[in-house]
């Protein structure tokens, strides 16, 4: 009993003090609680609180061809590459686009060797390239032999046969005379016993190497009280052409109108000649 009736006191003390909480004029609890006054709106525009921007990413995604790109991808952001060092090449990365070298990493530092073994040397801004060693160019090009001018080539004779002990011969020397050309004189003879014939223009046609000349005969009077002998009866000289270690075939053509008989012989027209060969 003593447990019931303190537990009715109890009651009793916490309906009375619920009854402190409330309204006198009203039965309805809380009704005496008073609003608190609204907030002032300010008409400010508050400051945006920065966004840290995320960290620059060293490249964008980088998707193989056989894989196709989404159609929005974030664009990273883009910011200056740090200076390198002249001693560290710079890296290439997919999609980072190109990067300047230093202008001294563009240039090997090891010379690269020519196609004959020399080396050529390239230094910063200067495009030029030495040439070849001396010696190099001693064992490419073959030296040339220069032949003084004047230099015997060679000499020849060349000789008639008409049957009869009257004959011509033309003897030829070849002398160097420049760079490029070549002197052949030619000097025309009769040979004969006893001979009687008059003079006569352009009786005496020679031909070298496509060169023609007409020239003429002397009057010759010999009885052949000596034997037989010789006597000139012209002379030219012509300028070939004939290059330095060229080997060149030269055709020599002689004829002589003579225009009548000899030990009963008819003779017109006496000839000789052939071809020379020359080099130098």
């Not at 002398?175 to 052949?184: A, H, K, Y």
């Not at 031909?207 to 003429?216: C, H, K, M, N, P």
């Amino acid at each position: 009993m003593l447990l019931v009736f303190l537990l009715v006191v109890a009651v009793v003390i916490i309906f009375l003090t619920g009854l402190d909480n409330t309204n006198p004029k009203s039965n309805i609890p809380y009704q005496n609680v008073t609003a608190s006054a609204e907030p002032e709106v300010s008409t400010e525009t508050p400051a945006p609180t920065p966004v840290p921007s995320a960290a620059p990413t060293s490249a964008p995604v980088y998707y193989p061809p056989s894989t196709s790109a989404p159609s929005q991808t974030a664009r990273p952001v883009t910011t200056a590459a740090p200076p390198q060092s002249s001693n560290t090449p710079a890296s290439s990365t997919p999609g980072s686009g190109p990067v300047m070298l230093p202008a001294e990493e563009l240039i090997p530092s090891t010379p690269a060797p020519s196609a004959n073994g020399d080396t050529l040397t390239e230094s910063p801004g200067d495009t030029s390239v030495t040439s070849p060693s001396p010696a190099s160019a001693a064992q490419t090009a073959a030296p040339v032999q220069v032949i003084p001018v004047g230099t015997l080539l060679g000499s020849g004779t060349f000789r008639s046969d008409t049957g009869t002990s009257l004959n011509i011969h033309a003897d030829w020397t070849a002398t160097v005379s420049g760079d490029r050309t070549v002197d052949i004189a030619v000097s025309v003879y009769v040979d004969s016993y006893s001979l009687y014939t008059g003079a006569s223009p352009n009786a005496l046609n020679i031909a070298v190497d496509g060169q023609y000349a007409s020239l003429a005969s002397p009057a010759i009077e010999y009885d052949g009280t000596d034997g037989p002998r010789s006597t000139l009866i012209n002379s030219r000289t012509f300028t070939v052409n004939l290059l330095s270690g060229e080997l060149k075939t030269i055709p020599i053509e002689v004829a002589w109108l003579y225009r009548g008989t000899y030990s009963n012989v008819s003779l017109d027209t006496i000839e000789c000649g052939g071809s020379i060969g020359l080099t130098r």
